[in-house]
C-alpha cells in the first residue's frame, strides 16, 4: 500500500512539474509578446504624447491670442463709449450756440445785402477802370 501511495505521489509530482514547465512557457510567450507589443507601440506612442504636447501649446498659444484680442475689444469698446459720451457733450454744449447762429441766419435780409453788394460793385468799377488807366 506504502508503495502505491508513493507511485501515485510521484505521478502526482510529476503532472504538477508538466503543468508548472506549461505555465512557465506560456507566461514567458505571453511575456514575450507583451515585450514585442511594447517594442511596437511604444515609439507610436511617444510620437502621440509629442503630437498632443504640441496642440496643447498651439491651444495654449491660440487662448493667449483671444486673451489679447478681448482686452483689445475691452479697450477700444470702452474708448468707443467715452468718445459717444463726449459727442454728447460737445452737441450739448453747443446746441445753443448753433441755435443762435441759425436765428441769426434767419434776421439776414438777403435781398438788402444783395442790393449793397450790387451798390459797391457799381461804386468801385469806376475806380477799378480809373486805375486801369496807370
Known sequence: M???LLTQLVKNSEKQLFYARIRTLATLII???L???MIVLAPE???TVSQANAIMVQASETITL???AIESITEMSASITEMGENMDTFISE???S???VMKKMEEVD???LNKAIKDLGDVIEPLAKFFNLF
Open 110 to 112: 438777403f435781398e438788402r
Open 35 to 37: 515585450l514585442i507589443c
Open 66 to 68: 483671444a486673451d489679447t
Open 31 to 33: 511575456a514575450g509578446g
Open 2 to 4: 506504502q508503495e502505491e
Open 94 to 96: 453747443n446746441a445753443e
Open 98 to 100: 448753433v441755435s443762435q
Open 45 to 47: 506612442v511617444l510620437k
